[in-house]
């Protein structure tokens, strides 16, 4: 089995990654498995003050690799939401304020929602891997569209009030395993997969 450092301290987004990489695995692949910050001992704050998520994802694992010297990648998501011109995009950790609250970012754009009616909306994630003192970029998207109200306790962040185009349900009325075969993280993370997999041929 291959371990990957995976640049993060969201057990959320470990836990989905290898529950992706291991129910959806892709022979003949070698198993890989991603392990997180914590792992390296790094308690250090990453870097996020790109302009980007692309640039925030690229912030992250070149700052893991300048100090730990290992391969390594590190994702950024950003909700976009067409009424909102794409906000909250890169700001959508922070987006009712530092604290990163999940639930007062929800408020707040179900707030600024009220009375609109095209409630259009992606999830995008990009996937910076940095292999042999290069970054590749890897990017995953969902279509769907916000809720009225929150919906669901699976999930984390955004999913109450996130339903993909392909279900009436919530991110979080879905099961891990739902979520997991349509999400922005599942098709960043194939694609991710495919090139480690050619690379190494
Ligand atoms: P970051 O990529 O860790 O900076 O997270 C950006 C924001 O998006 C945070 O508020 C996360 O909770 C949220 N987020 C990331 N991935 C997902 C997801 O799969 N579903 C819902 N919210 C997410």
Redesign the pocket.
């Known amino acids: 089995m291959k371990s990957l450092t995976f640049a993060?301290r969201?057990e959320h987004?470990i836990k989905?990654v290898n529950q992706i990489l291991k129910k959806f695995a892709f022979p003949p692949q070698p198993a890989i498995s991603v392990t997180g910050l914590q792992a390296l001992n790094c308690f250090d704050e990453l870097p996020?003050t790109g302009s980007t998520i692309a640039e925030?994802a690229a912030q992250k694992a070149q700052f893991v690799f300048d100090k730990f010297g290992v391969d390594c990648f590190a994702?950024?998501?950003?909700?976009f939401i067409d009424a909102l011109d794409g906000r909250p995009g890169v700001d959508?950790?922070h987006y009712a304020g530092p604290e990163?609250d999940?639930q007062k970012?929800m408020d707040k754009v179900l707030r600024e929602l009220t009375g609109v009616r095209n409630r259009s909306a992606r999830?995008k994630?990009v996937m910076a891997l940095m292999t042999n003192r290069r970054l590749h970029f890897f990017e995953g998207l969902v279509e769907g569209s916000i809720l009225h109200q929150k919906s669901g306790i699976g999930?984390?962040?955004?999913?109450p009030i996130?339903t993909p185009t392909t279900s009436h349900l919530s991110?979080a009325q879905l099961t891990a395993e739902e979520k997991n075969k349509i999400?922005?993280?599942y098709r960043a993370l194939v694609k991710m997969i495919r090139f480690l997999t050619f690379s190494s041929k």
């Open positions: 993060t969201n987004k989905e996020e925030n994702e950024d998501t950003g909700l959508t950790a990163r999940a970012n999830f994630t999930g984390f962040g955004y999913d996130f991110f999400s922005h993280r």
